[in-house]
């Protein structure tokens, strides 16, 4: 089963404005990841941050780790048409097994 | 350098019928992951292979399912008596591992299995 999920399901902005998605996972962790993935096929990673972690930045990434709400943010800011994609958040929370279990993913649409 | 390669890319196979699905991962990863995309859905942890410990096959969903990973390098995930709910995204990640974890995945292209 899934352990998180990414609020909204779907996102649709006009380039240039930001974009925030956020992610509920059910376990402790030890890492939360976020990856994008472009026509259903491979995952690129974007960010990680660890358990201890509160806030990390990355180009036009933020990430927010809020361990106490079990829960996780990405901002992107300045919005581009690249970045239409499906975005997941996905947690490891076994030292010595790094398997991942991801969220449902929230599909951003930047509009030209 | 190279990234995770698999093959096939795609896969039409019948019911009942046998697949291997192949994965090189990144020179020098120790880790390996097999997942699975239904359409539309998140990835669905399958099996994971680190060093010379045993695999964790977890998330296998019967035992139709295997893989192997040969000489700490290439994994084939093998699908028996395929069913159509089998039809799938199939991917494959490597990465590093450490005593602090938490090392980002590398995933390869996917390989899509329809099965008819």
């Known amino acids: 089963s899934q352990q998180g999920e990414e609020d909204p399901q779907a996102l649709s902005i006009q380039e240039g404005e930001n974009a925030t998605m956020n992610c509920s996972y059910k376990t402790s962790i030890n890492n939360l990841q976020w990856y994008r993935q472009n026509s259903g096929r491979g995952l690129v990673h974007l960010i990680l941050i660890r358990s201890n972690e509160r806030e990390k930045h990355s180009g036009r990434l933020r990430v927010t780790l809020d361990t106490s709400k079990k829960s996780s943010s990405l901002l992107i800011t300045a919005s581009r048409a690249a970045d239409t994609a499906s975005y997941f958040c996905a947690t490891d929370w076994s030292f010595g097994n790094e398997k991942l279990t991801f969220g449902t993913g929230t599909r951003l649409t930047i509009i030209p | 350098g190279a990234g995770v390669s698999q093959s096939p890319s795609n896969k039409v196979t019948e019911k009942g019928k046998d697949v291997e699905l192949r994965c090189d991962p990144i020179s020098g990863h120790t880790a390996l992951y097999w997942y699975r995309q239904s359409l539309g859905q998140g990835l669905e942890f399958l099996i994971y292979?680190?060093?010379?410990?045993?695999?964790?096959k977890s998330g296998l969903p019967s035992d139709r399912f295997s893989a192997e990973r040969t000489g700490g390098s290439v994994s084939t995930l093998t699908i028996q008596r395929t069913q159509q709910e089998d039809s799938a995204v199939y991917l494959c990640?490597?990465?590093?591992?450490?005593?602090?974890?938490?090392?980002?995945?590398?995933f390869g292209p996917g390989t899509r299995l329809t099965v008819t």
């Open positions: 990640a490597s990465s590093l591992v450490s005593s602090e974890g938490g090392y980002e995945q590398y």
């Open positions: 292979f680190q060093g010379n410990s045993a695999p964790d």
